[in-house]
């Protein structure tokens, strides 16, 4: 191996919402503060990444920001200009990558290692799937498939190191709470306020869910970033629209809207809430290493191919509970994925078992952190490869 730092070129297209993009700068920033990597993240929609990075001028066509250097994935890359191509490749998620580049992949030497970042899932299969080789057809380069996952023999989830004792030490500090609360325009929630945070896409099932907790006996306290569940959340409440300033009150229950935020206070705001509704791929791992129950909104797919990842998370998470409490949980993630679930998976019903689920959750951190995590597995899997 050499002495230099080996240099990585991360690619991402964005296919819609923040995911695709969230996992990519997550991972590039990773290898390159814990493993000292070059990473170069090239990104097709700089507006969208301008969303996760404060400060970020989506306008340029190149910029450092932070350890990594952020390059838009444009035309640049299709009219043959000389490309330094980097020891490791990482298309995210099956994005194709550009011709140019892979012709001059495949007259490097050593050929980079190249590798595809998959969706995660909890599906058995993933643990066969995972460092399969796929050797590319006329060109001398094989890609390597990479299956971040809850299970064992997966590629496991991204933690940054460090990550626990963070988390560990903001949830025994209050004021840090609390001064995360007054930086989102929040005052401190009243002594007994179950604080949730909603993160959802489109979902019917919200105004069922807020009407049962405007009904309830106990104050709830219900955080929501704006986006796409807000107008539904607007017609529960009665108002003309739901923007960053939206707060209102109805029985028991506040809704208060939130600014989008960059991902160490997504973070902090998962830490600091009793609950935690998340979606799609990225904030639903994030939940899980908040160490807080959670539910997860799974990224609707073409046909339901998505229950089964939902029921393969849904029975690796809750394996250890009891019958009662593993059938509310399950309930009431059904019912919030749109799946009839009778009267059952009410929030009731998942009160009841709240204790347990709490248990659920912080047992639930050791199993996670099982097959190592994403950064720590690839930099292991490349080193390997390079020697
Ligand atoms: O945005 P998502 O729904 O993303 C996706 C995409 O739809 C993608 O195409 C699909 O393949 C994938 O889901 C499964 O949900 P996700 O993955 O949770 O991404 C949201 C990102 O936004 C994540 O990195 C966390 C971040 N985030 C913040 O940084 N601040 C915030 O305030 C919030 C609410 C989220």
Redesign the pocket.
């Known amino acids: 191996m050499t002495s230099r730092p080996l240099a990585c070129d991360i690619f991402c297209t964005v ?6 993009v ?2 990519a ?2 991972l590039a920033r990773q290898l390159a503060a814990d493993y000292q990597w070059s990473v170069r993240l090239w990104v097709d929609d700089l507006a969208t990444f301008a ?2 990075a404060p400060g970020f001028d989506a306008g340029k066509r190149w910029q450092r920001y932070g350890d990594v250097v952020i390059e838009h994935w444009g035309d640049a890359l299709s009219d043959g200009e000389t490309l330094q191509i980097a020891d490791v490749v990482i298309e995210a ?1 099956g994005c194709d990558l550009p011709p140019v580049y892979l012709g001059a992949m495949a007259e490097r030497s050593p050929a980079p290692v190249w590798i595809n970042l998959d ?1 995660l899932s909890a599906e058995d299969w993933v643990g066969d799937f995972h460092l399969r080789p796929s050797p590319h057809p006329r060109l001398p380069l094989t890609k390597w498939f990479f299956f971040p996952g809850l299970g064992p023999h997966t590629g496991g989830v991204l933690i940054e190191r460090g990550l626990a004792s963070a988390r560990e030490a903001f949830q025994a500090d209050p004021v840090a709470r609390r001064a995360l609360f007054a930086s989102l325009g929040i005052g401190a929630p009243a002594d007994g306020t179950l604080v949730v945070s909603l ?1 959802a ?1 489109e979902n019917p099932a919200v105004a069922n869910l807020l009407g049962e907790w405007r009904d309830g006996a106990a104050p709830v306290l219900v955080l929501v ?1 704006v ?1 796409r569940i807000g107008p539904e959340i607007a017609h529960f409440l009665g108002v003309e629209s739901f923007d960053a300033s939206t707060r209102a009150t109805r029985g028991a229950l506040t809704v208060q809207a ?6 160490p ?2 973070d902090q ?1 998962l830490w600091s809430c009793d609950l935690n509704f ?7 791992v ?1 939940a899980q290493l908040a160490a807080r129950p959670f539910v997860w909104h799974i ?1 609707p797919q073409q046909d339901d191919a998505h229950l089964p990842k939902l029921e393969a998370a849904l029975a690796l998470y809750s394996r250890n509970l009891d019958a009662p409490a593993a059938g509310a949980l399950r309930s009431f993630w059904l019912r919030w994925n749109g799946m009839p679930q009778g009267e059952a998976g009410r929030w009731m019903e998942y009160l009841q078992h709240r204790a347990e689920l709490d248990k659920c959750a912080r047992d639930w951190l050791a199993e996670l952190e099982a097959p190592g995590d994403v950064a720590a597995n690839l930099a292991e899997f490349v080193e390997s490869r390079l020697k």
Do not use: A, T
């Open positions: 296919v819609d919402n923040f995911g695709d969230g996992v700068w997550r969303h996760l998620f969706y993160f896409y970033p986006g939130l600014p989008f935020v960059d991902h206070r997504y705001l998340v979606r799609g791929e990225d904030s639903f994030r990224y």
